[in-house]
């Protein structure tokens, strides 16, 4: 099992810019995907974007594409989420999570490590 622990959230005004991460500790997987969700209140949790551990191949959700970038550092075991141009709509619990295997799958259901959470919010 892998643990997850998020951090990097804030308040940011629009515009703006936040990084992410998601730092992973104990038995990892031979090979896997790292991903990042985000809930807003009284919304369903949403994929943002996944990263291939291994291969490095990324997806990103058409809401964030050419704004946000996830990458990795593999010595450090963690996920990094730059967001740029940030917008009001981006305001969410911002979750990390993993699964075994080498699909970057966007439903949370597909995954069953996760992170506690980092609140993002921007204001207009």
């Known amino acids: 099992q892998v643990q997850l622990v998020e951090s990097g959230g804030g308040l940011v005004q629009a515009g703006g810019s936040l990084r992410l991460s998601c730092a992973a500790s104990?038995?990892?997987?031979?090979?896997?995907?790292m991903t990042w969700f985000r809930q807003a209140p009284g919304k369903e949790r949403e994929f943002v974007a996944g990263?291939?551990?291994?291969?490095?191949?990324?997806y990103h959700a058409d809401s964030v594409k050419g704004r946000f970038t996830i990458s990795r550092d593999n010595a450090k075991n963690t996920v990094y989420l730059q967001m740029n141009s940030l917008k009001p709509e981006d305001t969410a619990v911002y979750y990390c999570?993993?699964?075994?295997?080498?699909?970057?799958?966007?439903?949370?259901?597909?995954?069953?490590?996760w992170g506690q959470g980092t609140q993002v919010t921007v204001s207009s």
């Open positions: 999570a993993a699964r075994s295997g080498t699909l970057i799958a966007t439903t949370r259901y597909d995954y069953g490590s």
């Open positions: 104990g038995r990892t997987f031979n090979s896997y995907v």
């Open positions: 990263i291939n551990w291994s291969g490095g191949s990324t």
